[in-house]
Each structure stands twice: as C-alpha cells, then as structure tokens.
C-alpha cells in the first residue's frame, strides 16, 4: 500500500485519478485548497485523507508532506485553464510557487515518483503535432507558467537523478468533466434534442478519453528506466474536428436539431490543427488509448444517465462559470 499524494483532486482529472488510485489500494492523501468545490469528491472523501491547504504557502505544505513522507506525488493542482480564470497573480502562485513548495518539500522527505501535469498549451499554435523536445511558445498567461513549472520539474530531475515526468495533457472529457464544457454540454443538450451555439465546424482537438488519461499518470509513476525530467503527449494522436463531434453526439443521441455553425464566437484559444505527438509516450510507457470517440462519448452519456440526479445537476449547472 503505497503513501500517496493527489493535488487537485477536486477537478475533473484529479477526480477520476483518486477513484483509480483508491481502487488500486492506495493510502491515499488528497491536498485541497480551502474554498474549492468538492461535489466530486463526496462519495469518496470517506476513504482519502484530507489536507486543508493552499500549495502558495510553502510552511504548510512543507507541514504536511513531512508528516504524509509519501511515496508517490501526483500533482495536478492549477489555476486558469477556463477563461473564467484570468487571475495571474493567482496563476503564479498556484501554478508556478505551488509547483515548486511542493517538490521541494518533496524532495526534502524523499519519494518514488513525482509526476507532474502540464499541458499542450505549452507549445502554443503549431501547424503539425509538435515532439516534446520541440521548442515551446507559450500564448497566453496560463500557458506560460505551465511551462515554467514543467522546466522547474526537468531541472530538478536532471539535477538530483529522480523520477519526476511530466504529462503534456490534450483535451481530456469524461465523468466530471466540467458542465459548461463542450462534450457535457453537447450530450444534456442533445437529449432535449437540441444543440448548444457552435463555433468553426473545422476546428480540431485531440479529444482524449478520461480513462486513458489515468493510465497515463499510472503509467508515468509505475514505469522505472525513464529519462529524468521526461516529457510526454498525452492525446490519441487523431485530431477530431467540431463538425465530426457535433455529427457523433447527434447520431448516438437521435438529435434532429441542425447545427448552427458560427452562432458562437471562435475564441482565442481554437485553432484548426491541434493533435498530440504520442510516440514518446507509447515507446517508454507502452500507452495506447483504449476508447476511440465514439466509445468515449457513448461512456460519457452513460455515466451522465447512470446516477439519480447527475444528469439533473448537470442541467442546472450549464452556465455556471468555475473558480
């Protein structure tokens, strides 16, 4: 039974890797930041640890790993991946000194595995699938200290030897995803036979399923024999464009409702070629994603109808913006 540290077990990532890493017997401890919705982790609060702290604070953190001295760290925590989150101070502080508090608390107490989440905003707009020793351009706030905070991990693995890779996630969907997000707000929408404003039909993401995420992270940890400090996509390696997601969920879902393409503005972050380089991540970790879209979705749809009163709270939380 390994001790292990979750960061961000509130979110939708972090969510779903506590079920796993629970399931698979770890004595696990969640570090949560005061004033951080839990409505997905009530049913499983009962069997983590629970530590109230913000990671900004380096005392406290350094607090709690000495007391937790774990073996495993998955740090997931970060400000400012929805456009509701505009706080740079803020994206600073979690993003980069929380970063940065935790590992070198870390490193204090010794551990197996620290793996880190980074993102494929990193490499900023590309015209191909961008290899993660590809040079990074950033393009936007949140972007940049994801960056620093992946450099900071590569560095201190080179420097000490250690086993700290990071995960450059894609566009992850699935249970717990947020409401307002593109694939949940699609499928409760879809089953009032209707469809949500649609930006470009031709922009592309490299949609990647919950599941085959998780077993990236466990993979990341488990995996001895890799580069320190290793980079690696995390995305299917097929580009999806909105128009084949859109034809999907009205197929899998009956909608009769044409889409209206154009009726939402593009945002600053869409982009006609978006798709994840996996090979490093297949040839060192033996990864291969197990859910193609359309399995995925249908999974997606499932678990929105498989719980009294999710589809419901789903509904009547559409428009509400995260913190």
Same mark, same amino acid.
């Given at each position: 039974?390994?001790?292990? =540290?979750?960061?961000?077990?509130?979110?939708?990532?972090?969510? %779903?890797?506590? !079920?796993?890493?629970?399931?698979?017997?770890?004595?696990?401890?969640?570090?949560?930041?005061?004033?951080?919705?839990?409505?997905?982790? /009530?049913?499983?609060?009962?069997?983590?640890?629970?530590?109230?702290?913000?990671?900004?604070?380096?005392?406290?953190?350094?607090?709690?790993?000495?007391? =937790?001295?774990?073996?495993? =760290?998955?740090?997931?925590?970060?400000?400012?991946?929805?456009?509701?989150?505009?706080?740079?101070?803020?994206?600073?502080?979690?993003?980069?000194?929380?970063?940065?508090?935790?590992?070198?608390?870390?490193?204090?107490?010794?551990?197996?595995?620290?793996?880190?989440?980074?993102?494929?905003?990193?490499?900023?707009?590309?015209?191909?699938?961008?290899?993660?020793?590809?040079?990074?351009?950033?393009?936007?706030?949140?972007?940049?200290?994801?960056?620093?905070?992946?450099?900071?991990?590569?560095?201190?693995? /080179?420097?000490?030897?250690?086993?700290?890779?990071?995960?450059?996630?894609?566009? *992850? +969907?699935?249970?717990?995803?947020?409401?307002?997000?593109?694939?949940?707000?699609?499928? *409760?929408?879809?089953?009032?036979?209707?469809?949500?404003?649609?930006?470009?039909?031709?922009?592309?993401?490299?949609?990647?399923?919950?599941?085959?995420?998780?077993?990236?992270?466990?993979?990341?940890?488990?995996?001895?024999? /890799?580069?320190?400090?290793?980079?690696?996509? *995390?995305?299917?390696?097929?580009?999806?464009?909105?128009?084949?997601?859109?034809? *999907?969920?009205?197929?899998?879902?009956?909608?009769?409702?044409?889409?209206?393409?154009?009726?939402?503005?593009? !945002?600053? @972050?869409?982009?006609? =070629?978006?798709?994840?380089? %996996?090979?490093?991540?297949?040839?060192?970790?033996?990864?291969?994603?197990? +859910?193609?879209?359309?399995?995925?979705? /249908?999974?997606?749809?499932? @678990?929105?109808?498989?719980?009294?009163? !999710?589809?419901?709270?789903?509904?009547?939380?559409?428009?509400?913006?995260?913190?």
């Amino acid at each position: 039974m390994k001790k292990t =540290i979750l960061t961000g077990a509130a979110g939708f990532i972090g969510a %779903n890797l506590a !079920r796993r890493l629970l399931q698979e017997g770890h004595q696990l401890h969640l570090l949560l930041r005061p004033g951080d919705s839990q409505w997905r982790l /009530q049913d499983i609060l009962k069997d983590a640890q629970v530590h109230m702290l913000d990671l900004s604070e380096a005392p406290a953190v350094s607090s709690a790993v000495e007391h =937790i001295r774990p073996e495993y =760290i998955f740090h997931l925590a970060a400000y400012g991946a929805y456009s509701s989150q505009a706080d740079l101070p803020r994206m600073i502080a979690a993003n980069i000194s929380g970063t940065a508090n935790l590992l070198e608390a870390c490193l204090r107490t010794g551990f197996a595995a620290f793996v880190n989440t980074g993102s494929s905003s990193e490499y900023g707009f590309k015209d191909h699938a961008p290899a993660e020793n590809e040079w990074i351009e950033p393009n936007s706030h949140y972007a940049v200290t994801k960056a620093a905070a992946t450099l900071y991990c590569r560095f201190t693995a /080179q420097k000490h030897h250690l086993h700290i890779p990071t995960l450059r996630l894609y566009s *992850v +969907y699935g249970p717990y995803e947020e409401p307002t997000r593109l694939i949940p707000t699609l499928i *409760v929408r879809g089953l009032q036979n209707q469809l949500p404003p649609l930006v470009n039909p031709e922009i592309q993401r490299d949609y990647v399923y919950i599941e085959d995420v998780v077993d990236a992270y466990l993979l990341a940890a488990d995996t001895p024999h /890799q580069e320190p400090g290793a980079v690696y996509n *995390v995305g299917t390696g097929r580009a999806t464009s909105l128009r084949e997601v859109v034809e *999907v969920a009205r197929r899998i879902l009956k909608v009769t409702a044409v889409p209206e393409w154009g009726s939402m503005l593009d !945002r600053a @972050w869409d982009t006609s =070629i978006w798709v994840a380089d %996996n090979r490093a991540l297949q040839k060192a970790l033996g990864w291969q994603p197990r +859910y193609d879209f359309v399995l995925g979705f /249908q999974s997606t749809m499932e @678990w929105l109808q498989g719980t009294s009163g !999710r589809l419901q709270f789903y509904q009547s939380n559409l428009g509400r913006l995260p913190s």
